[in-house]
Every structure is written in C-alpha cells, then in structure tokens.
C-alpha cells in the first residue's frame, strides 16, 4: 500500500488556480448545467466507471508486483544458502586435509623428533600449491621450512612473540589453531595459517608446526552469475572476524561484519537482509551463513539487493509506464466519453430549445413562413401547391389572413403572388432539394412600385419549407449605393470606378460586334490658372459648367465620366470608323473656344484630348485607357488646345523617356557623375583666373553623356536639386584636394539653375559643404542664367545677397539669351557677366556683332562687373575682344573641358610658359 501511495504521489498533478469568473461567465455556466441536470447521471457514470477500472487494475498491479518482489528476493535467498552450503562443504573439505597434514608431521616428530618436508612436496593447499610448511622448536626459532621466503629475519625473529606460536605455548589443548590473516612477506596478498603444536617423546610442549597459505585460496571462486556483481563469500570466527573474503565487483574490503549480521549469526545457520546502510559501503545485502562442522569458522555469503533485483526494477518500471500510459488511455476514454455525453446532451437541449423558439420566432418574425405539400394530377405530376402552416407576417404578405391561408392553394392567391415564377422555382426545390429566388409581387393596388420579395424553399421530406423575405427597401437602397459609388458627387457624371466596370464591356461588345468603341482622353488647358485666380469654389463651379457642356458636345448614347481633378473621359461605342471619333473630338474642342462665365468672372479653358481606339491600338479597357492618355500627352507637349489619335511612335519616345529618367535616378543614387573642368583666362595676359566646372554623365551603356543629353530632363522632372546637391558636393570636394597637392588656389564656378533656388536653400547648402571640405568661400563661384531671378525675385535675391556676403562671387551666365532686369543687376550686386556664345559667334562676321558686344561690356563696367566671353573659338575673336577690352575669355581656343587632373596640369603648363 505504500507504494500505491508514493505511485499515486508521482502522478498526482496539482490543479491550477480557476482565475476569477465575472458574473457573465458564472451564468454561461448556470446555463450549462441547468441543461445539462436530466442527462448528469448518465454524464457522471463515465468518470465513476474509469475510476473503478483504474482502481482495480492498479490493485491487480501492485499485488502482481508485490508477489514478483517476494519470490525475486527469496530466489536470492535460496542461491545465498547454496552458496554458503557449498563454501561450508568445501572449507571444510580443505580444512580438514589441511589438518590431517599437520597431524601427521605432530606424530612423526612425536615419534622421531623430527620430519623430512620433502615427503609433503605432492600435498597442494586448495590454490593447486606446494603446501608452506614450516617447523618452530620450543624457543620459537626456525628449525625446518620449505618456504623460506615467507619469514624474513624481523618475523623470525618475533616468532615468539606471535599469536600461533603462545597460543600453542601457553593452552594445554591440543586443537588446531587458525591464525588471522596477514599479509605475507612477499606481497602476494594475505596469508592465513593454520598450525598444531608439537609434542616430545615425553609428551611434553617441543615446539609448532605451521602451515600458510593465501586467505583467497581458502574461499572457493566467487559465481557473480549466482550473488552478483556486489556479493561476497567469507570466512568469519565466532566472533565475526573475517578471516578470508571474496567479492564480485571490487569494493572497499570489509574489515568486519556489520553489527547485525554478527548478532544475528549466533545461531549456527540462516539468512536475513541487512539493510539501512549497515555494510561499509552502504549497500543493503540478502545474507547467509553456515557454520563449518569440527572448525571454528563460520562461511558467509552475501547477494547485493539492487542486482538481485535489477531485472524486477526494470520490469517494475515498465508496469509503471504502462499501468500509466494505460491511466492516461483511459482517462481520454472517460473525457471523451463524457465530452460526447455532454455533446448530445446539449444538442438535444438546443434541438429543444430551437424547436420552442422557432415555434415563437416564426410568429415574431419579419419574415413569411409556409409550409407546402405538393398537389399531384392524374398522371402524377405536381399541378398545385397547398399551404399546410404559416405565420400571421407571410400571410400579411398575401393581403391575407392565417386562417384564409391554411388550406388555401397557390393558384387560388395568384392574384398577389405571380403563378409561373412562384411553381417554378417550388419545382426546383422539389426536385433538387432546395431552391431560391426573387418574386415580384402586385401589392393589390396598381399604385407604386412592385415589391421584391426573396423566396427561399427547402424540401423536408415530401413538403416544403418555404421562407419569404420583403427585400423592396433593401433592393432600393442597394440602387442607391451603387448611384453613389459610380457617380462623380461634383458633376453628378460617372466617375473612374464606373468607368473601369463599364469599360470592359464595351470593349468586348465592339469586339463581339465588329464596331469600333474610341476612348476620348478630355484635359482642361488653364484649369490651374483659373484655380489660382479665382479660387477653389470657383474651380468647382467650373467643372459642373465643363461636365454640362461636354455632354451637349457628344452624341446621344455616348458616355462622359470623370475620373479625377480636371480629366474627363468620353466613351464612344459603335463607331464605324475612326473619322466619326475625331468629328467628336472637335465639337468638344469647338466647345471650349469660347470664355465660360462664372460667378467669379469669366474662366478661358481649352481642352486636349487624346484618342485610343479598339481595336487598333488596344484590345482591353486598362490598355485603351493609357494610350488614350498617352495621345492626351502628346497633345500637352505639341501646343494644347486640340485633339490626337495615338501614336505608337510618340509611345516608343515616352517611353525612352522614362527609361532615361529611371536611369538618372540610378545615376544620382550610384554616383555615376564625374567634374571635368573648363579655365577662363585674362584676356590681357592668358593667364588661367577660374575655372568653370561641368558635369558628365558615365552612363553605363551609353558612354559619357554631356549635359545638353540630361540636364533638360533632370530640370523638367526635378532631379537637378539632388543632382545640384552632388555637384556641390563633388566641387567643394576637389578644391579641397588640390589644397591638399599643393596646387595654389584656383576659383571654381558652379553652375545653379533657378529651380534649385525655388526648391532648395542654396545658401545652407553651400554653407555645408563648404563647412565638410573646409574650402574658402573665396575659391568658389556661382553662375545663374537671367530666368533664375525672373522666378520670385525677392527670395532669389536675399539667397543672393547671403551667398554673396560668406564671399561667393555672383556671376550671370549666357548673357542677352533671357530677359534681365538692369536695377536686379545692381541691387545683387553681380561680380561678373558672361555673355553667351551667340554673341561672341558674330565678332568678325558683321559690324553690327561687335557694336553689340561692345555696348554690353561698357554697360558692364559701368556697373561694376567684370565681362567674359564665351565660345572663343578663333584667333580674331580674341583680338577683337581685346580691343573692346573684355576682361576674360572662355571657349574652345582657349582650353577644351578636361578632368581634374589634366586642367590642373596644363593650368601649370600655361602658368610657366607665360
């Protein structure tokens, strides 16, 4: 039982905390096992059942365990009785011979007064070796021996004083004398001897007789098949002395028996357990011993416990786990044989339950509810339907009562209910189990719209259960919501989700037609300056005014639809041909010739409109959509205000476009830029004053790129602030290094376009990357074109006049090709003017070149500025310009754009030879 107990403690588990229950759940539960009280009985036998099982095969279990045990450990008894019978039996055997040897010896001295040793050379001790005999006269001295080896001169000569030898000495008793072991003189092990005395002609004490020989010979061999790996055989004296030993697995000898086992050997024989840690090594041992008959010795042999029962511990364990394993089977057997209890028991209570509620909900209900049997013809066929049950709302619905239902046939209400539709759809669901649909229904008074009703019928057997829902507000408010999602809330036309539903469809039915269906792609022109001038409101009232005259425009039947802010698109189906797409497109251009009035003044719009046709040049919505666009592009970019078809050429060039703008993202991001550099020299002396700095591109197909290939584009899409930032960056970053190699200081210009100035702080920027490189503001330089200060002058010009106060020379680049304000020019304070090229390429071919150059320059250095010409390119422009005394020059004559370590070379070139 009490290891039932400790069973039960190992596989007891310790419930967890039930956390706290609000009030909601305490009644979910209330609810539960209120229907759950009829059927708690049958629900409990399952637990009650398992329990009885388990009880009893763990009974059955234990006690089988329990028997294991007791015949293991009395099988472990008997084999330690045998082992200590037969140790007994052959102790006694070698004891006795033992005895015999040394009774003969006494004799033979007795009679002669002495022994020849050699006659014993054939006597073995129980090991198979030569007998050691030895022969001590009565003053202890060595007289005879064959095993010289065993007494060394220091035992020989403490003879006398040794236990075998007064023994003998000192008791008048003539009995064999077995000595305890010792270790022997040669470190063999331990030795025991066993010796008589010796007696003289008169009877008289003449000495002893010795015979020695190993303790191990004495115990026969251990059987570890039969006590183990831990038992032990020996030989013990009346008072529990060990006098020879054996063991299995090698262990700490034992010195002595334990208490309990030398207390309970003073009977002759028997056996007991020792337990609790008595021996030595804390083991507990089944013991038996024996006494050896005619000797004073006892055997004992000892069996360990937990080998004896290794094999039951095993097996014990493997009941266990499956005693178990089998717990936990059979604990899922009751949880789910309750957990299905439970099951059926609350589907049986919601069987009931839904059955009161229905019968309670079927008249609450908004919904109709009949219950029809099929009425057969002659040839077996359905020709009626008649009603078995219904609720008071479907009878409500057949401007009817219950009662006047009950019994009624369909045919005979098909004044309100529609026959045909109402007996086909009951023949589907007759057929094929169930069936739905919509009804209309006449509401009896030939006033307003039909009501919609939903029917939905399922055959029970051979009846039907038929619900009917009124879905008339329902369908008018899904009306309403699908107005909603695909009208424009502005210009109440259809908007972009209409147009991608609709679309589609009128795609395929000019393809399934063979018309042609054209895409109108309708921009306003101006719409942002009238937003701006006049206002959002105003804006507003124009595209309603927009939205009205477009639909004057088209043709009855076409679509107009808007698709966000001021883009429109027209839907033109069953065309002919192209020509009637383009009449179209003009009356809607037409249209917009002439001024709109509005409540803020008059709005003057135009329109470009782009042209897709299907199929042609599309052969689904999306695709006719974006090439309508693209067309609508094109238009934009050749002059507003009329209409094109799309063209896949002008598709191919955008799309280029956009490849080339993809590409100079990559560009800025990866760095694929590099400076080269262009010197400005003295006209006077053609020593190098500047240099002006100038951005390649390393495209990786295309090769080097110049500017004229990337700059519009980097303009036009906003790129030049981040391109701008990396030059900047890349200049500041090179004048550092020239600093660095020792060249002298050298000003560098940086060219800044007037879209950098709108979108970015130039002032902080140059601050920056001055402040990282720590260059001078001194060795840069900034050249603007005119247009760069036309843009919001007042900021351009205190963004100018902070840069110009850190040290930064102003310049104006490409001079006379803009429009440029005298009083800006003064009032920034310009450092110098670069006139464009196109000047300078008229010197020398006419007069009236070199009386305009020579009136810019004169108003130049009125002003303060310095003057340089750009696009030197002959001998005789430089003469020219040096005798109108322009002050620097620039241009291929003078030195070609070269990367930063070739223009500081020939910079120095140029420097020595001058």
Not at 227 to 239: E, M, P
Not at 347 to 359: F, K, M
Not at 558 to 564: F, K, L, P, S, T
Not at 727 to 734: L, M, N, S
Request: glycine share 8%; proline share 4%.
């Amino acid at each position: 039982m009490m290891r039932w107990r400790a069973m039960r403690s190992r596989c007891r588990r310790t419930p967890p905390k039930a956390p706290a229950m609000t009030a909601t759940v305490l009644r979910s539960w209330s609810a539960v096992l209120r229907a759950l009280r009829p059927y708690l009985l049958f629900i409990l036998l399952w637990p009650m059942a398992g329990a009885g099982v388990a009880a009893a095969c763990w009974f059955i279990l234990l006690e089988n365990l329990d028997s294991e045990r007791t015949a293991v450990e009395q099988k472990t008894l008997r084999a330690t009785e045998d082992a200590a019978r037969n140790l007994e039996q052959a102790m006694k055997r070698n004891l006795s011979m033992v005895d015999q040897v040394l009774m003969l010896i006494r004799l033979r001295w007795q009679a002669t007064g002495t022994v020849r040793l050699g006659d014993f050379n054939s006597l073995l001790d129980p090991a198979g070796r030569p007998l050691n005999i030895s022969i001590f006269g009565s003053d202890g001295k060595l007289r005879m021996t064959n095993a010289r080896d065993l007494w060394p001169p220091g035992l020989l000569a403490r003879v006398p004083t040794l236990s075998f030898f007064t023994t003998h000495l000192l008791r008048s008793a003539d009995d064999l004398f077995i000595g305890m072991p010792q270790e022997d003189s040669i470190g063999t092990g331990n030795a025991v001897r066993l010796s008589r005395k010796l007696l003289n002609a008169a009877a008289e004490f003449d000495g002893v007789v010795a015979v020695s020989f190993a303790t191990d010979s004495l115990v026969a061999d251990y059987d570890e098949l039969l006590l183990g790996q831990r038992g032990f055989l020996g030989a013990v004296d009346s008072a529990g002395v060990i006098r020879a030993f054996k063991v299995g697995a090698p262990f700490e000898r034992m010195r002595a028996l334990p208490r309990s086992l030398v207390q309970a050997m003073a009977a002759p024989q028997g056996n007991a357990f020792i337990g609790s840690g008595d021996f030595s090594d804390g083991r507990n041992r089944y013991v038996s011993w024996k006494a050896i008959d005619q000797f004073p010795l006892m055997v004992v042999a000892g069996a360990d416990q937990e080998d004896a029962l290794a094999l039951f511990r095993a097996r014990e364990r493997a009941m266990y786990q499956t005693g178990i394993g089998a717990s936990f089977a059979l604990l899922l057997f009751v949880l789910a044989g309750m957990s299905l209890s439970v099951r059926l028991a609350m589907h049986r209570h919601r069987v009931d339950l839904a059955q009161d509620a229905y019968r309670k909900a079927t008249e609450a209900s908004r919904e109709g509810f009949f219950i029809a049997a099929p009425v057969f013809g002659p040839n077996g066929r359905v020709i009626d339907y008649i009603t078995v049950d219904c609720n008071e709302q479907g009878a409500a619905m057949s401007h009817s009562t219950r009662e006047r239902m009950l019994g009624a046939r369909l045919s005979t209400v098909a004044s309100t209910i529609p026959l045909a539709p109402a007996m086909a759809l009951l023949e589907r669901a007759m057929a094929g189990g169930s069936a739905q649909g919509e009804i209309e229904l006449d509401d009896g008074q030939g006033e307003g719209p039909a009501r919609q009703v939903q029917v939905n019928a399922v055959r029970a057997g051979e009846v039907l259960a038929i619900t009917v829902r009124d879905v008339t507000m329902e369908k008018a408010h899904l009306i309403q919501l699908e107005r909603k999602n695909f009208e424009d809330v502005l210009t109440a036309l259809p908007n972009r989700a209409w147009v991608a539903r609709h679309l589609p469809q009128a795609v395929a039915r000019a393809i399934d037609d063979g018309t042609l269906v054209a895409l109108l792609f309708v921009d306003l022109d101006g719409f942002k300056s009238v937003n701006d001038t006049f206002g959002h409101a105003a804006g507003d009232e124009l595209l309603q005014v927009v939205a009205k005259r477009l639909k004057v425009a088209v043709r009855p039947g076409d679509h107009v639809a808007r698709i966000g802010g001021d883009e429109f698109i027209v839907i033109l189906e069953h065309l002919r041909d192209s020509a009637e797409a383009a009449h179209v497109a003009g009356r809607i251009v037409q249209a917009f010739h002439a001024g709109i009035s509005i409540g803020a003044g008059t709005a003057t719009i135009g329109t470009s409109i782009g042209i897709s046709i299907c199929p042609g040049d599309a052969h689904d919505g999306d695709a006719l959509l974006r090439h309508a666009d693209i067309a609508m592009y094109e238009v934009k970019t050749s002059g507003k205000n009329r209409y094109k078809f799309f063209d896949p050429a002008f598709y191919g060039v955008l799309q280029q476009r956009q490849l080339r703008e993809s590409d100079l993202r990559t560009a800025i991001r990866d760095g694929q830029f590099v400076m080269y550099y262009q010197p400005r020299v003295r006209t006077a002396t053609m020593e190098v004053c500047s240099v002006e700095a100038l951005v390649r591109w390393n495209h990786p197909t295309a090769g080097t790129l110049q500017p004229d290939a990337f700059i519009p584009l980097a303009e036009e899409t906003g790129l030049i602030v981040a391109l701008g930032e990396l030059i900047v960056d890349a200049v500041c970053a090179q004048i550092a290094a020239w600093r660095r190699e020792g060249y002298p200081p050298l000003p560098v210009s940086i060219n800044v376009s007037s879209r950098q100035f709108n979108e970015r702080d130039m002032h902080a920027l140059f601050v920056q990357a001055l402040q990282r490189h720590d260059v001078a503001p001194e060795c840069v330089e900034i050249e603007l074109t005119e247009s760069t200060m036309l843009h919001d002058p007042g900021r351009t010009a205190q963004n100018l006049q902070a840069i110009h106060a850190m040290g930064i020379k102003l310049l104006v680049d490409d001079f006379g090709t803009g429009y440029s304000s005298l009083s800006m020019l003064q009032q920034l304070d310009f450092d110098i003017l670069k006139v464009d090229k196109s000047f300078t390429r008229r010197l020398g071919v006419d007069r009236q070149g070199e009386i305009l150059f020579s009136a810019i320059i004169t108003m130049a250095h009125a002003l303060g500025m310095k003057v340089v010409a750009e696009g030197v390119e002959r001998r005789e422009q430089v003469e020219l310009l040096a005798r109108l005394q322009c002050d620097e020059l620039q241009g291929y004559y003078v030195a070609r754009p070269a990367d930063a370590a070739r223009v500081r070379s020939d910079c120095m070139q140029r420097a020595a030879s001058l």
